[in-house]
């Protein structure tokens, strides 16, 4: 017979065995998630180049290398501008750099470029760079914190852009006192725009442009954990935000594009492609539903990620033309 002795050795060590399977999945998703912090918010060591051995490159859908065959000649022909260094320092002490395009006559219209995450204005922008040139705007090409000749070591999402944002308004206004500014991002850099709508900007602000940006850094991110890697969102969600909030001094649910344009004080013209399956193109049309202020949208048919204007360059330039001419100055 089986004494009560024997059954509590076999209760200890069922429930030793148990307790110990339960630590080391605990720990596996403490570092599955520490793991993924590392990649989607710490600065690269080199800096990533948008070529076909990017992994990025494969998640603009179908039609990406054509894309890429298509950008390269541009951005080459965006890093021979001639343009003039500006240079802001951030609220945490940060030096972020960027580079001010003059349009051909003397002109008072300023767009901010903003680009995208783990990407730089030359790829974002060269496309439609010289389009908004002829049309007599200057261009503000920005580097977001951790991203090209900016300094920092965190990936701030839009989070932490959007504030930055301030400073490069005020850069502008020393150098234009009575211009017109525009903010203008993509995906990334569309976030960053959208949550910016919402703060206490100067009246030189006109509008925003937002082109394929998310509704959320958690509900991209989450998103993308189960679309890209096949796994559940909880708890790796929950700890990468633990991590950012700890190291990178910012969390993931408190300011969010979906509500900032719900209280936005400026008009916004919403971007998307309708085959985007990066930045799903739900996430675009959610962010037009949200906001309140004066709006447009443009679903750009048979469009992967960020490939709105290479899929139909006209309507692209007509809408965004017909847009700024509404609230800016002729």
């Known amino acids: 017979m089986v004494s009560a002795l024997d059954i509590n050795q076999i209760l200890y060590v069922v429930l030793g065995s148990l307790g110990g399977a339960i630590l080391i999945i605990v720990l596996?998703?403490?570092?599955?998630?520490?793991?993924a912090f590392l990649k989607l918010?710490?600065?690269?060591?080199?800096?990533?180049?948008?070529?076909r051995d990017n992994p990025f490159i494969s998640l603009m859908g179908e039609g990406a290398m054509d894309f890429l065959d298509y950008i390269k000649p541009k951005m080459l022909q965006h890093k021979a501008l001639v343009t003039e260094p500006i240079e802001v320092k951030t609220d945490d002490g940060l030096t972020l750099r960027g580079d001010f395009y003059r349009a051909e006559g003397a002109s008072k219209k300023t767009i901010i470029c903003m680009h995208g995450y783990n990407s730089g204005p030359e790829f974002?922008?060269?496309?439609?760079?010289?389009?908004l040139h002829q049309q007599g705007y200057n261009l503000?090409?920005?580097?977001?914190?951790?991203h090209g000749k900016s300094d920092g070591k965190y990936i701030g999402f839009g989070v932490l852009d959007h504030i930055d944002s301030l400073k490069w308004i005020e850069a502008l206004l020393e150098l234009i006192p009575d211009g017109e500014i525009v903010l203008y991002g993509v995906q990334m850099g569309g976030a960053t725009a959208m949550m910016a709508s919402s703060l206490d900007l100067p009246p030189n602000v006109k509008a925003v442009v937002e082109d394929c940006g998310y509704t959320?850094?958690?509900?991209?991110?989450?998103?993308?954990?189960?679309?890209?890697?096949?796994?559940?969102?909880?708890?790796?969600?929950?700890l990468v935000e633990s991590f950012s909030k700890m190291h990178a001094k910012y969390t993931f649910r408190k300011i969010a594009?979906?509500?900032?344009?719900?209280?936005?004080?400026?008009p916004i013209l919403f971007i998307h492609g309708s085959h985007d399956i990066f930045v799903p193109t739900f996430m675009g049309e959610a962010n037009y539903e949200a906001c309140t202020s004066s709006k447009e949208i443009l679903i750009v048919?048979?469009?992967?990620?960020?490939?709105s204007y290479y899929k139909n360059p006209e309507l692209y330039e007509e809408t965004l033309l017909s847009f700024l001419n509404k609230h800016l100055i002729p």
């Open 216 to 238: 959320g850094v958690w509900d991209i991110l989450s998103y993308q954990i189960r679309q890209m890697y096949n796994l559940r969102a909880f708890p790796i969600i929950h």
């Open 140 to 146: 503000l090409f920005v580097n977001h914190r951790a």
């Open 301 to 307: 048919e048979d469009a992967g990620h960020a490939q």
């Open 124 to 131: 974002d922008f060269s496309a439609i760079t010289p389009f």
């Open 28 to 35: 596996l998703y403490v570092l599955v998630s520490y793991i």
């Open 41 to 51: 918010l710490i600065r690269p060591k080199k800096q990533i180049s948008m070529n």
């Open 257 to 266: 594009p979906v509500v900032s344009v719900q209280k936005a004080i400026v």
